[in-house]
């Protein structure tokens, strides 16, 4: 399918400029600027039923947004949808894994994997084309338990790969281990699986934890991304060691940290050295607004903490930092729909973003940011990469942000992979995976 989408606005771009992208066999193969709008042989549609095989015309985009597939770097596919079942009566995150851990005793394959495909595939629709999925992988359980969430969410990989990226990373399961723990570690790790996960801070031996980690991602040339200090402790600063075992194993820009939450609650001069180590190391950073904001100052009274990460100073540093869905009607978080434009948001609510720049930068956190952090450059909107876009019915970036319009067609693989389009009678929001 060949595609001439004309008059269009990339703000990470240049938010005033209008584009016009030409795409042949799915590459784009001409990104031309200007500055007034060019004629085009039709209004660009958000339904499916006017693009026909075969058919080639130059679509009018009439100034609306567009920008790169957006990528989604932190979720937890194997959880989704899984609170009528794993329930969280505190809120706390000791709770949701101690309830999360129960439940999926219980979990069937298909139980599992429909889960996971019914986020993905609502990610999809919203304008997400890459997935970086951190999975359970619980030495604790029944063994079949252990390898049901990876075995799923590979096989969902595969059977969704023609339409997205998914990126599987078993966190590891916490210090100290037993000799059956690495043996059942080692198995996983030969499965084909994108890279090591884990929480060592939640490990009694945080330190030999992160060793081990860095260990297993060295001998099999694996990237590592951890779950890093979630928590309102400002003296929990793991961070600081992952830096420098970062640095130690010559393993920078190869690894990634989220959440960053009791970076928040330390004083500035502790967090200004802290931030500068993780420039030194390259590290990459994640923040995730929308379940710190559900799990974090629980414990406050007045003045609650929000436990959002420090986005403003690593912004300002020089630190690379996305922003991601995490967990989708959980019970870590028990709200979201996929949605990466919702959480950018979020984000810029938490990080008192909101000036024109600052939105600009923000759709960043969702595009290009986390794209190369997950290692996806190949695809995108510019010249020479596969196309790989998501179209906004806005026109400015005040409108996108303030109303998150339903209405967005999704691109990628050569075809529409999905049209989402609100019936302005009706109030019906119609999606169609092609």
């Not at 794993?86 to 889960?115: C, P, W």
């Not at 997205?164 to 000799?179: D, K, S």
């Not at 570690?185 to 890279?195: A, K, N, R």
């Not at 031996?205 to 928590?231: M, Q, V």
């Amino acid at each position: 399918m060949n595609l001439k989408l004309i008059n269009v606005k990339i703000p990470i771009l240049d938010s005033e400029l209008y584009y016009d992208l030409t795409i042949n066999d799915g590459q784009v193969i001409a990104l031309d600027a200007h500055e007034m709008k060019q004629k085009a042989d039709r209004a660009f549609s958000f339904n499916k039923d006017d693009y026909k095989q075969g058919e080639e015309w130059t679509w009018d985009g009439k100034g609306r947004i567009l920008i790169p597939g957006m990528t989604d770097a932190h979720m937890h596919l194997d959880k989704s949808h899984s609170l009528l079942v794993a329930q969280n009566h505190s809120g706390t995150l000791v709770e949701a894994i101690q309830s999360y851990t129960q439940a999926s005793e219980t979990f069937t394959d298909e139980n599992v994997k429909g889960r996971m495909r019914k986020t993905a595939l609502s990610a999809l629709a919203h304008g997400t084309t890459t997935i970086r999925t951190h999975i359970d992988f619980n030495t604790k359980v029944q063994e079949e338990t252990t390898f049901k969430g990876v075995r799923m969410a590979l096989e969902l990989k595969q059977e969704l790969a023609p339409y997205m990226e998914i990126q599987v990373f078993p966190m590891l399961p916490y210090y100290p281990y037993e000799e059956y723990d690495r043996k059942k570690i080692e198995q996983m790790l030969t499965m084909g699986v994108d890279g090591v996960g884990g929480a060592p801070h939640i490990s009694e031996r945080p330190l030999e934890c992160i060793d081990e980690i860095f260990t297993y991602a060295l001998k099999h040339g694996l990237p590592i991304d951890l779950h890093t200090d979630e928590s309102d402790d400002p003296s929990v600063e793991t961070v600081l060691y992952i830096a420098e075992k970062a640095i130690e194993a010559r393993y920078e820009g190869k690894v990634v940290v989220d959440h960053l939450c009791s970076l928040a609650a330390m004083g500035h001069e502790k967090a200004t050295a802290v931030i500068a180590k993780m420039k030194e190391a390259k590290l990459g950073a994640i923040t995730l607004p929308a379940a710190n904001l559900y799990l974090q100052g629980r414990g406050d009274r007045g003045v609650v903490r929000r436990g959002i990460t420090r986005v403003g100073e690593l912004l300002e540093a020089g630190v690379p930092i996305a922003t991601a869905s995490d967990n989708v009607c959980d019970p870590f978080h028990p709200f979201g729909r996929g949605d990466l434009l919702q959480i950018a948001q979020l984000t810029g609510y938490t990080a008192h973003m909101g000036g024109k720049d600052d939105l600009v930068t923000l759709l960043q956190m969702v595009t290009t940011v986390p794209s190369q952090l997950v290692g996806q450059t190949e695809k995108g909107v510019e010249v020479g990469q596969k196309a790989d876009f998501v179209l906004f019915d806005a026109t400015t970036l005040e409108e996108l942000f303030a109303e998150l319009p339903q209405t967005r067609a999704v691109y990628g693989a050569g075809k529409w992979l999905s049209m989402m389009s609100v019936n302005q009678q009706s109030g019906i929001s119609k999606t169609i995976h092609v």
